[in-house]
């Protein structure tokens, strides 16, 4: 069944009204072959199973190890997930949660003189991208010359003016368009000398996150149905460019773009084009559809019940099954089943494919989604799906010194639980956060995300793995590790933490931030390593001691226990009934009696005794806090020698106190 026939007509209302577009559509005839799906040259083969990357360096066996706990990543991390059609003038962070914002622009926007093709006012563009960034979002567009109806802010026809009098037209009937010559050589010199400036002007910048070839087609797509390659089923010409000057324009792409990601429509474009060049993704937007009688797949291979045209199908007899090593796949979940997607997620039912599946294999990072907007941020299958989408990143341990001066060195582990790599070399920072939770010292390391590939891979039957739901063995945990000078950092306790520098920052205070799938990750960006003294012995004045500090006593049934809403993640709990916990090296400064804030939790009222060093034990009752997790404060006015060698000791001998977090003063 024709792959664009019954969905196309929704374009010029996407934004508008989902629902009457999706109507629409349904109402569209279809045919028995994909627009597509002419005969190409074809790899007779699946690339078959990829290779495993480098497992890359041990940790430091000179440096401590601190464990990290996991936890769900937020659903609108940057440059995955789902996209929303730009409207300018609406707030663009409506509908469930997303950080990528998709939009179309016609070529004759830009390539607006009548008598100059190599003039390009990019206005249009920059003021979408600028609107788009100021809402925390990076942009993914497209490029178009023929739009059936126009967006309502874009034209329908965007052929260059310039074009007039050097390039035929041709009228695409069913849809009532102006189809250029595409195989005309002043348009191809134009067009590619418009991919050569655009790529000029916007290559690296952080405002975009995923270019669409577009350019050819209906939407931009790379098809001109119903005048397309089958014309042997039909009585319509061909109006799609030849397959030689169709790669001469995915070659200028490749050219143009070395930084931000690009994707073309299929992996069967231009004869198979981008076959040999490892930058250039793909772009399923009709996403885990199934249609025809009986149904199939139009993205899934045949082998797990896809079309002989479906997206993977392609994929693999091109042998380009894997490229999401190097290159992002993208796309739109087809908009009939956008509403009900992921209804029975991990699977599927009638024209919804099996949506895990759908994910796993092609791995999906970003996918257009208009109707997403009617989601709820609670359904728990949507945000699987969401997490599953391209990276999903975690430190599983850090390594450093809990005391150090002077030059130290400062180690993680990543891993990687989603379906892609992250594809940007982000700048990644290690700082200190003194008690306050301000930042007062950060180094830049040379940490490049992109190596933390997916721990697990699915394998297409067609490898010969397996049955379906074979999972192989991938990427590894990957460990980094960096020095940094503590020269000039005041002598006192600190957390440790690491942050991945979104660019868009730089333009825009609402950067959405990348958050890594910890306990400790901080909406701020920082996530939180664990706590680190500067100088021996721990501070030289007031200051934060945690806890579960090493360098603490613990006795009887007293031990560390991970916290989500702890400072560093950790507090000490099964304390009283005999057991104790010594806070060791505390600073008293000068010496002389000190307001001692202590960070407890506790879901009910418990006491405790409290003492410095030798002195009278005080008893003191901790108020319930929010819960086991959440912890609250009290205070207590303790006296301390001069100096860091004091020991302040909490412990219940007869019932059970409060689980602590830490003493601050």
């Known amino acids: 069944m024709r792959t664009f026939a019954r969905r196309r007509g929704r374009r010029w209302l996407a934004a508008l009204s989902f629902v009457a577009a999706a109507v629409a559509m349904a109402l569209l005839p279809t045919t028995t072959q994909a627009a597509w799906a002419a005969p190409h040259p ?167 996150g995923f270019i669409h070839m577009g350019l050819v087609g209906l939407w931009g797509e790379w098809h001109t149905w119903p005048y397309d390659t089958d014309t042997s089923s039909d009585s319509y010409p061909d109006y799609m460019p030849t397959d030689t000057h169709g790669a001469e324009l995915i070659n200028a792409y490749n050219s143009a773009f070395t930084h931000t990601k690009v994707e073309v429509r299929y992996a069967a474009a231009a004869g198979g084009a981008a076959d040999a060049l490892p930058a250039i993704g793909y772009h399923d937007d009709s996403f885990c559809y199934r249609e025809g009688s009986p ?31 190097t290159a992002s796949m993208g796309g739109e979940v087809r ?70 001066q002077g030059t130290t060195t400062v180690g993680v582990q990543m891993s990687n639980d989603g379906v892609a790599p992250f594809y940007y070399p982000w700048k990644v920072s290690l700082g200190l956060k003194d008690p306050s939770g301000k930042v007062v010292k950060t180094w830049d390391t040379s940490w490049d995300l992109r190596k933390v590939m997916p721990k697990k891979i699915r394998a297409f039957p067609d490898w010969g793995s397996g049955s379906d739901h074979t999972y192989l063995d991938y990427g590894y945990a990957q460990y980094f590790d960096s020095d940094i000078d503590l020269s000039g950092v005041t002598q006192g306790d600190y957390q440790l933490v690491m942050k991945a520098k979104n660019p868009l920052e730089d333009i825009s205070a609402k950067a959405k931030q990348l958050r890594f799938a910890n306990a400790t990750q901080g909406s701020d960006g920082w996530l939180g390593l664990g706590a680190m003294a500067v100088g021996p012995g721990g501070s030289a004045g007031p200051g934060s001691y945690e806890a579960e500090d090493g360098g603490n006593t613990l006795t009887g049934t007293a031990v560390v226990a991970d916290c989500s809403g702890c400072s560093g993640g950790k507090k000490v709990g099964y304390l009283g009934n005999g057991a104790t916990l010594t806070f060791r090296h505390v600073d008293g400064g000068s010496g002389g009696t000190r307001t001692v804030t202590l960070h407890y939790a506790s879901a009910v009222t418990r006491s405790a005794t409290v003492k410095a060093n030798s002195t009278q034990a005080q008893t003191v009752t901790f108020a319930p806090t929010a819960g086991w997790t959440s912890p609250g404060t009290t205070t207590v006015s303790l006296t301390l020698a001069p100096g860091t060698d004091n020991t302040i000791t909490i412990s219940n001998a007869g019932d059970w106190a409060p689980d602590i977090d830490r003493l601050t003063m």
């Not at 010359?145 to 874009?154: A, C, Q, R």
């Not at 908009?335 to 949506?355: C, Y």
């Not at 970003?366 to 969401?386: C, L, M, R, T």
Request: proline share 8%; net charge negative; charged share 20%.
């Open 335 to 404: 908009p009939e089943i956008q509403p009900t997607a992921f209804d029975n997620w991990p699977g599927g039912s009638g024209a919804v494919d099996d949506m895990k599946a759908c994910i796993e294999l092609e791995h999906t990072t970003w996918k257009i989604n208009e109707g997403s907007a009617a989601y709820s941020a609670d359904n728990p299958n949507v945000a699987a799906a969401v997490r599953t989408m391209g990276y999903d990143l975690g430190v599983d341990k850090a390594y450093f010194h809990d005391t150090a």
């Open 295 to 325: 149904l199939a797949g139009v993205t899934l291979p045949e082998s797990m019940g896809g079309a002989s045209y479906a997206q993977l199908q392609k994929a693999l007899e091109h042998g380009v099954e894997n490229r999401w090593i």
């Open 42 to 208: 074809q790899r007779a083969s699946a690339a078959g199973a990829p290779q495993r990357p480098a497992p890359g360096p041990d940790p430091d066996p000179s440096l401590p190890a601190h464990s990290l706990t996991r936890a769900d990543a937020p659903l609108d991390n940057p440059l995955k997930g789902f996209a929303r059609f730009y409207q300018p003038g609406a707030d663009e962070n409506t509908g469930y949660p997303h950080a990528l914002t998709w939009s179309y622009f016609g070529l004759s926007e830009v390539m607006n003189s009548a008598s100059d093709c190599g003039h390009y006012d990019w206005s249009v563009l920059d003021k979408a991208l600028d609107e788009i960034a100021s809402y925390g979002n990076q942009a993914a567009v497209r490029f178009y010359m023929e739009y059936p109806g126009g967006t309502g802010s874009h034209p329908a026809n965007a052929i260059p003016a310039c074009f007039a009098g050097h390039v035929d037209n041709r009228t695409n009937t069913y849809w009532n368009t102006t189809s250029p010559d595409y195989d005309s050589a002043y348009l191809l010199d134009a067009v590619k000398n418009f991919i050569a400036a655009f790529g000029a002007r916007y290559d690296g910048d952080p405002r975009i």
